[in-house]
DNA sequence: AAGAGTGGTTGACATTGTCAACTACTATAA
DNA sequence: TTATAGTAGTTGACAATGTCAACCACTCTT
């Protein structure tokens, strides 16, 4: 091992990504952050998550994610449902405007992940992220 | 391409890196995060980096980098010399105690790599850092 | 029914990132 | 050579993001 390179090229990789997303995003004025849009496609895909939910999978603080989820509420683009199973917390739904956003959404990561992945084989994509995967569980137990 | 799973699977990977290694700073007390850590090995490796070339590689911006650059200053890690070409600029060099730390922070970085790419076949991991470096370049060039 | 624990919210604060203006210097080109 | 445009670094002001503790309402033990 030596000179930790692994964790350089995944520290500017995420960096490039999350500038690249910021930008498309700031240019088409859709209002949000790169992390709403990942919380908005949590929720798009259950129509049932909760706070906890999302803290726990994005492993953010769960204050943060109540200010996030307000914000994405008070844009129109979420709400809450009463949780059946627990009256502390309630499930998180898109709006009819939050599933036109994650249409917008959807075609854009998908435009941009195309361009980044141009000239890769689609093994040595696989492997990429079979190995991101395998090493986030690597440190997440410890 | 379904659903952005290698931007997703990067993102994790970043930020459980981040959170390991911030632990692990603040464990040992050794007063640096994690972007002073990365700074503080560009600067090792050459000991004639400027300012600038800080900022380009790590894509920041230059304000950000001075005030960082500021504090490893502060904390007699780093020291500028006059940059013979240019007398804008100074040259960033390691102290003796910033070399000292160095040689910790490469111990510390290489356990945590090491821990990180358990179970990964040294060919995947190979694959991974070139995919990364590869996507990072397409990105960039846009 | 009591006490410990959890989901979510809020306030206060720290850290990090962004933008514009400015100084000192360098590079270009008439 | 001198005007002019550009660059390295600094500073101030601010926005965005992350962190910590306290708290309320509710749930889970036992």
Redesign the pocket.
Do not use: P, V, Y
């Given at each position: 091992m030596f000179n930790a390179i692994t964790i350089e090229a995944t520290f500017h990789l995420a960096?490039a990504i999350k500038?690249q997303l910021?930008s498309l995003l700031?240019n088409q004025d859709l209002g949000v952050?790169?992390?709403?849009v990942r919380v908005l496609k949590v929720i798009g895909k259950s129509n049932a998550s909760?706070?906890?939910?999302?803290?726990g999978l994005f492993?953010?603080?769960?204050?943060?994610?109540?200010?996030?989820?307000?914000q994405l509420i008070d844009q129109g683009l979420v709400q809450?449902k009463p949780?059946p199973?627990?009256?502390?917390?309630?499930?998180?739904a898109l709006t009819s405007a939050g599933q036109a956003l994650q249409e917008i959404l959807r075609t854009l990561s998908d435009e941009m992940e195309s361009k980044m992945t141009q000239g890769i084989e689609a093994e040595d994509l696989a492997t990429f992220t079979r190995v991101a995967q395998k090493m986030t569980r690597n440190l997440e137990n410890s």
């Open positions: 960096h500038q910021s700031e952050a790169s992390m709403h909760t706070a906890m939910d999302i803290a492993k953010r603080d769960k204050a943060q994610i109540t200010r996030l989820i307000n809450k949780n199973d627990d009256k502390r917390s309630q499930l998180l």
